[in-house]
């Protein structure tokens, strides 16, 4: 006999999914909802390797190639704050098919560009579809999972993120042995297409909107149709006195995560979420180039720095997800970051008596350390911090902050690496990896483990404290 499920309020619903173990099927709706970010990883890395080829096929200076960079950057900020707010308005479904179709049509058209404005009105494009897709799929990871499993699952944006810039030297290595030369920046970049069109089609098949967005903003039938079809149990809606059959699609105001109840943990995550974003796209990004500074200009040490580089924040977003439920978030980020200082500042100090294979080993260790940190709990951390009502509004604040740091890490590295040399560029970085564990140790609550509403309920009470 199937279990029944009664459902009075939304609260019943979010109550259900928080201690609800899932079907078999739960681990695949999870990857397919973070499919977007595998597509999402690739289109931001995949240029990384192309960037020599491009610049001679444009005739691009230091300053251009920032900006074809940090278009794509721009248009994420844009995508994640709007994007957000849709997510809260319109539902997560929607707003899933909506940001492939854009990486779909962004990628091929930055592909096939003939010149630079081309190039950048279709980076933007493809910017705008990631900045969408992060707020999206992390809250609706958040809104399915249970509370034991919410953290690591949604965590594991990151690991799928390092595969993905994994993939773009292995996907370019074989055209590059067929000779491509000029156009493997077009194929690297026009790639992106298929994990974004493949990812849609499952989407569109697998996916149901999210029940407790529904339970909120369409009624308590809705959500009660989707559990039964998620969950397959029977469910009967008795609603309260006091609430309403259909509610009224909610329009979440911007300035609400800055009210006294979440201001403060809004501003720290802007901070956590800008400088993982600045040390990452300052290094991660220029892997590449990186490779070739350490190990010659040869292209094909372009290739396997991509490669063997990614593996390390493999292992380290790996690891994250693994141990985060048991450490939390803080002490998470606190060694990430802690570690991550300390391998820039060996990179700062020692370049000139170490030999190679340590300097490239110090390059993974930063990689591994802030992926294991902040480059994963960062994003994380936002999609956990706020209510259903505004999870994606405070999911896209948090993406868009990290495209805040993605820009100033864009236009960072070239400039700053052309007038003061590669090791003085990674001297001033420590800057942002320094101020962000400011941020972690400010930092005085944890939300892995807790209730999917549970801030909600708190600040209805008029005490709300941080460790919501």
């Given at each position: 006999?199937?279990?029944?499920?009664?459902?009075?309020?939304?609260?019943?619903?979010?109550?259900?999914?928080?201690?609800?173990?899932?079907?078999?099927?739960?681990?695949?709706?999870?990857?397919?909802?973070l499919?977007?970010?595998?597509?999402?990883?690739?289109?931001?890395?995949?240029?990384?390797?192309?960037?020599?080829?491009?610049?001679?096929?444009?005739?691009?200076?230091?300053?251009?190639?920032?900006?074809?960079?940090?278009?794509?950057?721009?248009?994420?900020?844009?995508g994640?704050?709007?994007?957000?707010k849709?997510?809260?308005?319109?539902g997560?479904?929607?707003?899933?098919?909506?940001?492939?179709?854009?990486?779909?049509?962004?990628?091929?058209?930055?592909?096939?560009?003939?010149?630079?404005?081309?190039?950048?009105?279709?980076?933007?494009?493809?910017?705008?579809?990631?900045?969408l897709?992060?707020?999206?799929?992390?809250?609706?990871?958040?809104?399915f999972?249970?509370?034991?499993?919410?953290?690591?699952?949604?965590?594991?944006?990151?690991?799928?993120?390092?595969?993905?810039?994994?993939?773009?030297?292995l996907?370019?290595?074989?055209?590059?042995?067929?000779?491509?030369?000029?156009?493997?920046?077009?194929?690297?970049?026009g790639?992106?297409?298929?994990?974004?069109?493949i990812?849609?089609?499952?989407?569109?098949?697998?996916?149901?909107?999210?029940?407790?967005?529904?339970?909120?903003?369409?009624?308590?039938?809705?959500?009660?149709?989707?559990?039964?079809?998620?969950?397959?149990?029977?469910?009967?809606?008795?609603?309260?006195?006091?609430?309403?059959?259909?509610?009224?699609?909610q329009?979440?105001?911007?300035?609400?995560?800055?009210?006294?109840?979440?201001?403060?943990?809004?501003?720290?995550?802007?901070?956590?979420?800008?400088?993982?974003?600045?040390?990452?796209?300052?290094?991660?990004?220029?892997?590449?180039?990186?490779?070739?500074?350490?190990?010659?200009?040869?292209?094909?040490?372009?290739i396997?720095?991509?490669?063997?580089?990614?593996?390390?924040?493999?292992?380290?977003?790996g690891?994250?997800?693994?141990?985060?439920?048991?450490?939390?978030?803080?002490?998470?980020?606190?060694?990430?970051?802690?570690?991550?200082?300390?391998?820039?500042l060996?990179m700062?100090?020692?370049?000139?008596?170490?030999?190679?294979?340590?300097?490239?080993?110090?390059?993974?260790?930063?990689?591994?350390?802030?992926?294991?940190?902040?480059?994963?709990?960062?994003?994380?951390?936002?999609?956990?911090?706020?209510?259903?009502?505004?999870?994606?509004?405070?999911?896209?604040?948090?993406?868009?902050?990290?495209?805040?740091?993605?820009?100033?890490?864009?236009?960072f590295?070239?400039?700053?690496?052309?007038?003061?040399?590669?090791?003085?560029?990674?001297?001033?970085?420590?800057?942002?990896?320094?101020?962000?564990?400011?941020?972690?140790?400010?930092?005085?609550?944890?939300?892995?483990?807790?209730?999917?509403?549970?801030?909600?309920?708190?600040?209805?009470?008029k005490?709300?404290?941080?460790?919501?």
């Amino acid at each position: 006999m199937k279990q029944e499920l009664i459902i009075r309020n939304a609260r019943d619903v979010s109550d259900f999914i928080d201690q609800h173990a899932g079907g078999r099927s739960s681990w695949l709706i999870v990857l397919i909802a973070l499919g977007g970010v595998f597509a999402d990883g690739y289109d931001f890395t995949s240029l990384g390797i192309g960037v020599p080829a491009l610049q001679h096929t444009f005739g691009l200076s230091p300053f251009e190639v920032g900006s074809v960079t940090a278009m794509m950057a721009i248009g994420a900020a844009i995508g994640a704050v709007w994007g957000g707010k849709a997510a809260d308005r319109v539902g997560r479904y929607k707003m899933f098919l909506i940001d492939l179709i854009l990486l779909v049509v962004g990628a091929l058209g930055a592909a096939l560009s003939v010149n630079l404005a081309m190039l950048l009105a279709f980076r933007f494009l493809l910017g705008l579809g990631v900045g969408l897709d992060f707020p999206v799929a992390l809250s609706f990871v958040a809104e399915f999972v249970n509370k034991n499993k919410r953290g690591g699952s949604c965590n594991m944006w990151a690991p799928v993120w390092s595969v993905a810039a994994a993939c773009t030297g292995l996907i370019i290595l074989p055209f590059y042995l067929a000779g491509f030369g000029e156009n493997l920046w077009r194929i690297a970049v026009g790639f992106g297409a298929v994990p974004a069109l493949i990812v849609l089609l499952l989407r569109f098949k697998y996916i149901k909107e999210s029940a407790p967005w529904a339970a909120h903003n369409v009624g308590l039938a809705e959500a009660a149709r989707i559990l039964e079809a998620t969950y397959k149990i029977r469910t009967r809606v008795v609603p309260e006195a006091d609430q309403p059959t259909k509610p009224a699609i909610q329009d979440a105001k911007f300035g609400e995560i800055f009210s006294p109840v979440y201001s403060r943990r809004t501003l720290l995550i802007a901070v956590i979420c800008m400088t993982q974003s600045m040390e990452y796209f300052a290094i991660g990004f220029n892997l590449p180039s990186i490779s070739q500074t350490l190990f010659g200009k040869a292209f094909i040490n372009a290739i396997l720095g991509a490669v063997v580089f990614n593996i390390f924040g493999i292992v380290g977003s790996g690891l994250s997800a693994l141990v985060m439920r048991r450490m939390g978030s803080k002490l998470v980020m606190t060694i990430g970051y802690s570690f991550t200082i300390a391998a820039l500042l060996a990179m700062f100090e020692l370049h000139n008596t170490l030999p190679v294979i340590d300097m490239g080993l110090l390059v993974g260790l930063m990689i591994l350390a802030h992926s294991f940190g902040a480059g994963s709990q960062a994003m994380t951390t936002a999609a956990l911090s706020y209510p259903t009502r505004i999870r994606g509004l405070g999911t896209g604040w948090g993406q868009g902050m990290v495209r805040v740091g993605s820009i100033i890490g864009f236009y960072f590295f070239p400039l700053l690496v052309s007038v003061a040399g590669f090791y003085n560029m990674i001297g001033f970085l420590i800057i942002a990896p320094a101020l962000g564990l400011v941020a972690t140790l400010m930092m005085n609550w944890n939300p892995v483990g807790a209730n999917m509403d549970e801030v909600e309920i708190l600040s209805r009470a008029k005490a709300v404290p941080e460790g919501a």
